[in-house]
T-cell receptor, first 113, second 113 residues
Framework: RKEVEQDPGPFNVPEGATVAFNCTYS??????FFWYRQDCRKEPKLLMS???SGNEDGRFTAQLNRASQYISLLIRDSKLSDSATYLC??????????????FGSGTRLSIRP | SQTIHQWPATLVQPVGSPLSLECTVE??????LYWYRQAAGRGLQLLFY??????ISSEVPQNLSASRPQDRQFILSSKKLLLSDSGFYLC????????????FGQGTRLTVV
């Protein structure tokens, strides 16, 4: 079983739509959670952290459910510029205080006019 | 502020040739360092991570090796490249001792021909 699993998509939605991505992780020892955004042929960039209490950043809302080992990202009022691949990220304790940063395979989002 | 440099940006190498990709971080001390590979249309695969000089953890057995000769320098190498080594190689750093996000270099696009 993969450590982090995401629906690969692609999601193709009209501008202004609300879209939700889900992600599950297998290791209950996971410590921190993030969503990254990756544009075509570019490096991934941090979108937002994910907390159990839920957190919101403008049109983006992230949620963590530790009991179900489940992470979500909601994008409201989607814009053309939101088209990208969204990567779910889980941090696992490694050795000697290092952390393993594990990425999901990504969900591709395409916003159409 | 912290910056991460990765070079070269693009590389075309023949099968059987050696490889050396270098990554350096500025503006921080004792970072966790990571090498990832992303095959075309796929997610990020963690290859190696390091907590300190000379301390390397390998995630996947393969044709590659990593070294950390200095605190803020991480090198990815191969003695003989395979066609399957083609991909987008990304170096990243995170803060030592904390389960925080990773920051990426701009990546090296390697094509083995």
């Amino acid at each position: 079983r993969k450590e982090v699993e995401q629906d690969p998509g692609p999601f193709n939605v009209p501008e202004g739509a609300t879209v939700a991505f889900n992600c599950t992780y297998s290791n209950s020892a996971s410590q921190s959670f993030f969503w990254y955004r990756q544009d075509c042929r570019k490096e991934p960039k941090l979108l937002m952290s994910v907390y159990s209490s839920g957190n919101e950043d403008g049109r983006f809302t992230a949620q963590l459910n530790r009991a179900s080992q489940y992470i979500s990202l909601l994008i409201r009022d989607s814009k053309l510029s939101d088209s990208a691949t969204y990567l779910c990220v889980v941090i696992l304790p490694g050795y000697s205080s290092a952390s393993k940063i594990i990425f999901g395979s990504g969900t591709r989002l395409s916003i159409r006019p | 502020s912290q910056t991460i440099h990765q070079w070269p940006a693009t590389l075309v190498q023949p099968v059987g040739s050696p490889l050396s990709l270098e990554c350096t971080v500025e503006g921080t001390s004792n970072p966790n360092l990571y090498w990832y590979r992303q095959a075309a249309g796929r997610g990020l695969q963690l290859l190696f991570y390091s907590v300190g000089i000379g301390q390397i953890s390998s995630e996947v057995p393969q044709n590659l090796s990593a070294s950390r000769p200095q605190d803020r320098q991480f090198i990815l190498s191969s003695k003989k490249l395979l066609l399957s080594d083609s991909g987008f190689y990304l170096c990243a750093w995170s803060v030592f001792g904390y389960y925080t996000e990773a920051f990426f270099g701009q990546g090296t696009r390697l094509t083995v021909v």
